[in-house]
T-cell receptor
Framework: ETGVTQTPRHLVMGMTNKKSLKCEQHLGHNAMYWYKQSAKKPLELMFVYNFKEQTENNSVPSRFSPECPNSSHLFLHLHTLQPEDSALYLC??????????????FGPGTRLTVL | AQSVTQLGSHVSVSEGALVLLRCNYS??????LFWYVQYPNQGLQLLLK??????LVKGINGFEAEFKKSETSFHLTKPSAHMSDAAEYFC??????????FGTGTSLTVIP
């Protein structure tokens, strides 16, 4: 497996459910990101982790809870979501210390539908 | 503050015609600029980027972009469109640290 992978690719959940999105990067990067992509809107940065420490939380509601157990894995735990949370959730990684500074590599995304 | 404006949410071109996708940015410091492409049901893939040096940047699949500081622009072009170029294109700017600011995207349709 190469690059950035995300599972599941599609998820349908009710507003009372609890689910988790998983991201794994095989690039040796030290920074990982969660983005939300909604139709007709710019990509919204949700969370940033550098060397497993959260360095950015862009006023994301507490029903979204990130977890970064190590530099290769990133989770997004979901609970009591709202229908407006339906979107494509993209994970990305980068190497802020390397020669390709600032280039982010994206996973294929998880298409989330909240009923 | 940094921001990106992509003029035209939808662009249609005939196969073989010139592709021009517009991107203007605002940044208080010298920016790094990127173009990403997103094919259906996939994540974003880097097309090209400008950091420093030559202002005309060549990317993958025959695309190129020119950084024009005086116009605060970074338009994406390709001389001859191919059917496989149909996708969503995103311009992004990075000016502070590692945070990207993306535009709203331009959907490119290629007409046979």
């Amino acid at each position: 497996e190469t690059g950035v992978t995300q599972t599941p690719r599609h998820l349908v959940m009710g507003m009372t459910n609890k689910k988790s999105l998983k991201c794994e990067q095989h690039l040796g990067h030290n920074a990982m990101y969660w983005y939300k992509q909604s139709a007709k809107k710019p990509l919204e940065l949700m969370f940033v982790y550098n060397f497993k420490e959260q360095t950015e939380n862009n006023s994301v509601p507490s029903r979204f809870s990130p977890e970064c157990p190590n530099s290769s894995h990133l989770f997004l735990h979901l609970h009591t979501l709202q229908p407006e949370d339906s979107a494509l959730y993209l994970c990305a990684s980068s190497d802020p210390t390397g020669t390709r500074y600032n280039e982010q590599f994206f996973g294929p995304g998880t298409r989330l539908t909240v009923l | 503050a940094q921001s990106v404006t992509q003029l035209g949410s939808h662009v249609s071109v005939s196969e073989g015609a010139l592709v021009l996708l517009r991107c203007n940015y605002s940044s208080s410091v010298p920016p790094y600029l990127f173009w990403y492409v997103q094919y259906p049901n996939q994540g974003l893939q880097l097309l090209l980027k400008y950091t420093t040096g030559a202002t005309l940047v060549k990317g993958i699949n025959g695309f190129e972009a020119e950084f024009k500081k005086s116009e605060t622009s970074f338009h994406l072009t390709k001389p001859s469109a191919h059917m496989s170029d149909a996708a969503e294109y995103f311009c992004a700017v990075v000016a502070d640290g590692n945070q990207f600011y993306f535009g709203t995207g331009t959907s490119l349709t290629v007409i046979p």
